[in-house]
């Protein structure tokens, strides 16, 4: 069975401020998928980023970075001088080779960026 | 335009009175899938299709039925709904493969009430 925790139920920050969301997964597959989805108050889901289980790269994309840690299972999601539109729930995803159908989700970081 | 589409969009309905939420995809992907978002509780799958005539149960099936007839289609039938079964729901699709390894794309959602 596969599994994604995201222990931050609610995070609120100001403005400018840096901010990390954590994901924490677990896997029996040696091939898998790691992801992040945003869900802005509108109810889209807009995809971030699809890692794989063989590239521990770090990435950054603008004011976003990801960090993957296969020793610690962790996929974790920064966003550096948040802005308000950054306000949205933040979902961690997994897929594994095994059963490359089946995807399973974080129950989701709601992320709340005052002014 | 590269779409997911659902409908109905928003539908309140009564218990036990036979709905099909409809799902068409315009990407000539492979594999679809059915999502339920509830408060607190992240995204659930509930059916996957790797290919036409190729359906599987995903984490939550009980009370829904699917068909893959055609490539871009994949309906959500709720044969006797229940108050249980109120949500939100997603319909996602991505190319041969399923989500290992592949982008999910997202249709807007499907917000589902059962009185």
């Known amino acids: 069975a596969q599994k994604v925790t995201q222990a931050q139920t609610e995070i609120s920050v100001v403005e400018k401020e840096d901010v990390t969301l954590d994901c924490v997964y677990e896997?029996?597959?040696?091939?898998?998928?790691l992801f992040w989805y945003k869900q802005p108050p509108s109810g889209e889901l807009v995809f971030l980023i699809r890692r794989n289980s063989f590239d521990e790269q770090n990435e950054i994309s603008g004011r976003y970075s990801w960090n993957f840690q296969k020793s610690t299972s962790s996929f974790n999601f920064t966003i550096t001088a948040s802005q308000v539109v950054d306000s949205a729930v933040y979902f961690c995803?997994?897929?594994?080779?095994?059963?490359?159908?089946?995807?399973?989700f974080g129950d989701g970081t709601t992320l709340t960026v005052k002014p | 335009e590269a779409q997911v589409t659902q409908n109905p969009r928003y539908l309140i309905t009564v218990t036990g009175k036979k709905l099909t939420v409809t799902c068409s995809q315009n990407m000539n992907h492979e594999y679809m899938s059915w999502y339920r978002q509830d408060p607190g509780l992240g995204l659930r799958q509930i059916y996957y299709s790797m290919n036409v005539e190729v359906t599987d149960k995903g984490d939550v099936p009980e009370g829904y039925k699917v068909s893959r007839k055609e490539k871009r289609n994949f309906p959500l039938i709720l044969e006797s709904p229940s108050p249980n079964q109120t949500s939100l729901y997603f319909c996602?699709?991505?190319?041969?493969?399923?989500?290992?390894?592949?982008?999910?794309?997202f249709g807007e959602g499907s917000w589902l009430t059962v009185v």
């Open positions: 995803a997994l897929s594994g080779n095994t059963n490359a159908g089946k995807s399973t």
């Open positions: 896997t029996r597959d040696t091939t898998y998928y």
């Open positions: 996602a699709s991505s190319p041969l493969g399923g989500p290992a390894g592949n982008t999910i794309y």
